[in-house]
């Protein structure tokens, strides 16, 4: 299949970036990576520039292979990082949009690649449990109620993509956040700083300069992990409890 | 912002209530007695200085959200995916301040001109003296096609307002649940679609009476 490529190409962070325009032969069985290697081998044999963009995994669990195509960030399948979906989902013919992930809070290092890092600084403020390493507990020393083990799992799958961000009209890392408090604050051994936790993750996802919720629901739907937005109702009860004193 | 709207949306109903009274064809008689009561009970008054104070904050912090939150994402997009919100949740300070608009438009022309006794006076049964004749002012101003129109926008932007704003509340509140979500989600759009289609009945109705 023969496809127009406009990909987003920004040298570096202060540069002036624009939409350039490639053409790719593919097929239908290789991931949208897959294509995008394809891509830069063309383009090394040109000797121009390969387009940079981020991937490790390529299972779906790492949370690094962030684009956005045609305007969806992880692209138009539900419940798919870049790195799962597959060709057979384009067309061929079809003129397909390449951007990196837009919020103020994730400038853009090279074309595709953004940095991220204002995740790992909401993580360090309270994204933690605090107990001593050493064996590992005895699995069934804390009974868990199988319904809020689920719920907690469920948050947990949340791989800090950022496509939450991504797909917010206002930038805002409500989605990503609430999965980490709700993982963690669901469970006996995370309830413990549950409420320190919400205020100081919240703290630093406001100076990191994320915008605020607004409910649309956008995130909710781009999300490769479909992580609900009933976390980020969690954490508003108990950020409002976290500022009026309560110790739950 | 969820309670000031929340506030406003307990507002709205009331208010309705009472204008549904222009419908009754008795010569504005019911409406005038329940404006003069509207306008000088002292709670009453006191719960409306309470109201311009509340649409006050919910319009300031709202544009002041609004202007951070499109600063915080910063670019847009070249080839925007409408999919995966409802187009109501990105424009809520556009429809509100259109609203805004509007109120200033149906205070100016009804309230103001009370206040500036403008009005003619009418006797009705339950006071023995003479009120304002807000009624015949209502009256003659659904007449004019554009004041009707202009009503009818600011009502539509109230729907699309509401229609995210009523659930939108519950959720910043942090009340979402597998069970009542989809109930509050449903009241909220039976709400938006009430409430302004029975607004507008007034004045389509005095329009062609
Ligand atoms: C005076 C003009 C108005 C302006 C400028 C305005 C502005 C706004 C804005 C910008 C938001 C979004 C806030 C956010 O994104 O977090 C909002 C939310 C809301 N508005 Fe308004 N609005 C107005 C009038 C009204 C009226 C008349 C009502 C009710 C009848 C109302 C009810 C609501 C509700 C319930 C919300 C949702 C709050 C939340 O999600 O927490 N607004 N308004
Ligand atoms: S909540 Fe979903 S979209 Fe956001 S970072 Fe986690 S996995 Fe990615
Ligand atoms: S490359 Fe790891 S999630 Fe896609």
Known sequence: MKLKLKIWRQPSSEARGRLESYIVEANEHMSFLEMMDVLNEQLIAEKKEPVAFEHDCREGICGTCNMVINGRPHGPQRGTTTCQLHMRHFNDGDVITVEPWRAKAFPVIKDLVVDRSGFDRIIQAGGYISVNTGQAPDGNSIPIEKDTASEAFDAATCIGCGACVAACPNGSAMLFTSAKVAHLGKLPQGKVEHVARVKNMVDQMDEEGFGNCSNTGACEVECPKEISIENIAMLNRSYMASIFGANK | ?209
């Open chain 2, 1 to 209: 912002m969820s309670l000031t709207g929340l506030f406003l949306i307990s507002f709205l109903f009331v208010h309705l209530i009472g204008n549904l009274q222009l419908l009754y064809d008795d010569g504005g008689e019911a409406f005038n007695t329940y404006a003069y009561f509207m306008t000088h009970n002292p709670l009453i008054k006191g719960i409306s200085y309470g109201l311009y104070f509340f649409i006050l904050l919910h319009t300031i912090q709202g544009v002041i959200i609004a202007a951070k939150n499109r600063s915080a994402k910063g670019y847009k997009y070249s080839k925007p995916s409408g999919e995966n919100a409802k187009w109501a949740s990105k424009n809520m300070a556009l429809l509100g301040l259109l609203i805004l608009a509007f109120l200033f438009l149906h205070m100016g022309d009804f309230w103001l001109k009370m206040k500036l006794g403008q009005l003619g006076m009418v006797a009705v049964e339950a006071y023995d003296f003479k009120v304002a004749d807000l009624y015949s002012r209502v009256s003659i101003a659904y007449q004019n096609p554009i004041i009707v129109g202009s009503y009818l926008i600011g009502l539509v932007a109230l729907y699309f307002h509401l229609s995210h704003g009523f659930s939108s509340a519950f959720q910043t509140l942090g009340l979402n649940h597998k069970k009542y979500t989809p109930l509050i989600n449903g009241l909220g759009m039976l709400y938006a679609i009430v409430v302004p289609l029975a607004f507008a009945v007034i004045p389509i109705f005095m329009y062609f009476k």
